[in-house]
């Protein structure tokens, strides 16, 4: 009795302390992070250059640049950028211009959504060919390539570029102790990495950075793994940066900033702050409910319910997970899921004091027993919740991460919580307790299993 006494004071105690870094932690290293429809932020417009593509595979291309970027600017999944393309007037050649809007929530300074976006690079593979002085002049004429620092050289087009690279490592000579980048081509780089190297074996294949030569490796023999080494004058925090740049998105095409502006909130703070107190209200009417219904469990599943709210608030400040109108509404729905738990713990406690058992094994045994149907609405509700965070937009995945967490907290502070709390104030034997708990609700009617 002690024990379950200590835990309950203990996670009481706990819970104050995360309410009061919910309440009052708010503008120091851990802010809310509030979405574009709610905070407002910066709108990008990008040109793609599409001069080198093939127009089969424009399409393709745009889609895959419009992933990348998304999974740059949102690396979790929750800062719910705004990533999309659009097709243009038409350019020289029939081709038509090519385009890529991102938006950026709670940025609204343009320097730093830039920032956000970063360098990303331009990551390609060309061979080089010697090229006879005397025929120099007639290659340039001709346009088929690009020329070097070196002006004997021309160095042609492979088709080998970031949009094959499956991973980037840091690693380091093991001779000379120089960092170097290793790249692991996908299924389609690899293809493609064997077929140039066996058919150019003694050739320079250089790689160039944003159109930089960073690195002239000679094709030494057939490479048939997908297996690649960036090397070069590269200091270990260049070539980390690299690496991260790689990984997180090196882009399919090369593009280029032609439009900035800030946008405004499309919800409005008068908006949000009636919502809110919506919300607030909707939580209330539950709790008393729950009071009303179960009495003095209810008040305990009350508390734990501000507790849970305290506990899914502080993880949205922690990640950080970027609150939106979508957000918002995964996190509300997941608060009911929580109350849906307390009300299936209280119908079995119920059944187990009507079977006549005695208050603490009551809450023990009903407890076990509704942990099975909890375990299983809650497991579905978490598959679905990782369904669409996997396979939707950002949108849809600000509100599978905020529903799933929901979730899984609220499972903590019903089975736990509520547990602690019920098993603090329950006696084994107590007659005035047991008839404190009949008339509160949990049980209705006579029942033979109560007579003294």
Same mark, same amino acid.
């Given at each position: ?5 200590? /835990? #309950? ?118 061979? #080089? ?25 021309? =160095? ?13 490592? @840091? ?67 260049? #070539? ?26 499309? /919800? ?31 008040? @305990? ?29 995964? =996190? ?5 899921? #929580? ?59 600000? =509100?599978?991460?905020? =529903? ?49």
């Amino acid at each position: 009795m002690l024990k379950n006494r200590l /835990i #309950a004071i203990s996670l009481l105690v706990a819970s104050i302390l995360v309410g009061y870094f919910v309440i009052h932690v708010e503008d120091t290293k851990f802010p809310y992070r509030f979405g574009l429809d709610i905070a407002g932020g910066t709108h990008l417009v990008y040109r793609a250059d599409i001069s080198q593509i093939e127009s089969s595979e424009i399409t393709d291309s745009m889609s895959a640049l419009r992933d990348v970027i998304e999974k740059r600017t949102n690396l979790f999944g929750v800062s719910e950028p705004l990533v999309q393309t659009e097709e243009g007037s038409s350019l020289e050649g029939g081709k038509k211009e090519h385009r890529l809007i991102v938006e950026l929530p709670g940025v609204t300074d343009i320097s730093q959504a830039v920032q956000m976006i970063g360098q990303t690079p331009l990551l390609e593979f060309k061979l #080089a060919q010697e090229v006879p002085a005397e025929d120099l002049d007639i290659s340039l004429e001709q346009g088929t390539s690009t020329v070097a620092q070196e002006p004997t050289f021309v =160095f042609i087009e492979t088709g080998i570029s970031g949009r094959v690279i499956e991973r980037a490592q @840091l690693q380091f000579d093991s001779t000379s102790g120089e960092p170097t980048v290793s790249l692991s081509f996908n299924s389609e780089g690899k293809d493609l990495f064997a077929k140039v190297t066996s058919e150019n074996v003694g050739q320079i294949l250089a790689i160039f950075l944003d159109n930089q030569i960073i690195s002239t490796p000679v094709i030494r023999e057939a490479i048939r793994d997908g297996k690649a080494q960036i090397s070069g004058s590269f200091t270990p925090q260049e #070539a980390k940066t690299l690496v991260r740049d790689i990984n997180y998105g090196a882009l399919p095409l090369p593009i280029e900033l032609i439009s900035t502006q800030s946008v405004g909130a499309s /919800i409005g703070s008068e908006t949000l702050n009636k919502g809110i107190w919506v919300a607030l209200y909707g939580i209330l009417a539950v709790m008393i409910f729950l009071i009303v219904w179960y009495r003095l469990p209810g008040l @305990l599943a009350a508390v734990s319910l501000l507790i849970y709210i305290s506990l899914v608030l502080a993880v949205f400040k922690l990640i950080p997970v970027t609150l939106t109108s979508a957000g918002i509404a995964g =996190f509300i729905l997941s608060i009911g899921m #929580a109350v849906d738990t307390n009300v299936l713990i209280f119908e079995r406690l119920k059944e187990e004091l009507k079977s006549g058992r005695d208050i603490d094994s009551a809450v023990r045994e009903g407890f076990s027993r509704a942990w099975l149907s909890i375990r299983d609405s809650n497991i579905s509700s978490i598959i679905t919740a990782v369904i669409l965070f996997w396979f939707g937009t950002s949108l849809v995945e600000g =509100f599978a991460l905020t =529903f799933g967490l929901g979730v899984l907290v609220s499972m903590f502070t019903a089975i736990t919580v509520t547990r602690s709390f019920l098993l603090a104030i329950s006696p084994k034997q107590d007659s005035s307790f047991k008839r404190f708990l009949f008339s509160s609700g949990l049980v209705s009617g006579e029942n033979e299993s109560f007579k003294n």
